[in-house]
């Protein structure tokens, strides 16, 4: 990364409803998926390092940021994040159930992000996290979203400023317990370490 200043977020506090509990805590190849998300953003060179979660996750290593109404929506802990990281020059953004997207592409991502430019990562032809923008794009993106989503409607309606900017690893969610069995998220620790 350049000179600028990009915290790293990443959004935890979720039920995780068709996995029949929150993924924050799931443990995935010995590390916690929180945990792994983290690792990864500070590999990556972000500062700070920012995790929104819910009441009593603790997240060595990142500046622990409670969503106390995680019903509200993804929306809604990007929100927090946002306020939190205001007075950095980009945020990038991952989601806790992704843990096949490491360092290695946050980093690219980060790399190429430019100021008034929105940086997302390209897995192969499919869009997806890690996202860097600043974060008044970021407010932007809040004003436009449904309770659910994060960048997606802003994404859409500005493609004009939009870098897709090539980057191995997984960007499949892990959602269900099936994911869990189906076993498709190996550990790449060199990646997130």
Same mark, same amino acid.
């Given at each position: ?106 980093? /690219?991502?980060?790399?190429? !992000? ?54 191995? +690893? ?12 189906? +076993?498709?998220?190996? /550990?790449?620790?060199?990646? !997130?370490?």
């Amino acid at each position: 990364m350049d000179r600028s200043t990009i915290a790293g977020v990443v959004l935890a506090a979720g039920a995780g409803s068709r996995m029949g509990g929150p993924k924050a805590e799931l443990v995935v190849a010995g590390t916690r998926l929180v945990d792994r998300a983290a690792a990864a953003l500070h590999a990556a060179g972000c500062v700070p390092v920012l995790a929104v979660v819910r009441c009593g996750v603790e997240v060595p290593g990142a500046t622990v940021l409670v969503n106390r109404r995680p019903e509200d929506g993804l929306r809604s802990s990007l929100a927090i994040a946002i306020e939190a990281a205001s007075g950095s020059d980009a945020v990038a953004v991952c989601l806790v159930d992704q843990p096949g997207i490491g360092a290695t592409a946050v980093r /690219a991502v980060a790399a190429a !992000w430019r100021p008034g430019r929105i940086a997302v990562a390209d897995f192969a032809g499919t869009r997806g996290h890690p996202v860097v923008m600043a974060p008044a794009l970021w407010r932007t993106a809040l004003e436009l979203a449904a309770p659910d989503d994060g960048a997606r409607r802003l994404l859409q309606s500005r493609p004009d400023l939009v870098d897709a900017v090539a980057v191995p +690893g997984d960007p499949r969610d892990l959602d269900t317990p099936a994911d869990l069995l189906a +076993g498709r998220y190996a /550990a790449d620790e060199a990646d !997130w370490h």
